[in-house]
């Protein structure tokens, strides 16, 4: 299985992007899938979640201004982040939302950084 994650970048604060992750080895069609990051010095931490049928979940840091999709057909996880914060800077990762061991290692993530 591998994660490929893209879509990060040096924006300033209030500006978007659009994160995404190709997995290829494995059909997301029946994982919930997730995207999660790491800031320096931070432990990992859950940002969105999507389930199979759709439905999403967020972390309340995010609420609002995040929003997670998936394309089963084309086996990919997109993040859109409106009105970016410094303090969203970190690497993200997209990975099983439950960390399904058939999912292996994690990607090397891509690196958002928010700053003026």
């Known amino acids: 299985v591998q994660l490929v994650e893209s879509g990060g970048g040096l924006v300033q604060p209030g500006e978007s992007l659009r994160l995404s992750c190709a997995v290829s080895?494995?059909?997301?069609?029946?994982?919930?899938m997730a995207w999660y990051r790491q800031a320096p010095g931070k432990q990992r931490e859950l940002v969105a979640g999507?389930?199979?049928?759709?439905?999403?979940t967020y972390a309340a840091s995010v609420k609002g201004r995040f929003t997670i999709s998936r394309d089963d057909t084309r086996n990919i996880i997109i993040l859109q982040m409106n009105s970016l914060k410094p303090e969203d800077t970190a690497n993200y990762y997209c990975?099983?939302?439950?960390?399904?061991?058939?999912?292996?290692?994690w990607g090397q993530g891509t690196q958002v950084t928010v700053s003026s």
């Open positions: 080895g494995i059909n997301i069609t029946i994982y919930n």
């Open positions: 999507i389930t199979t049928s759709g439905s999403t």
């Open positions: 990975y099983s939302l439950g960390h399904a061991t058939e999912f292996g290692s």
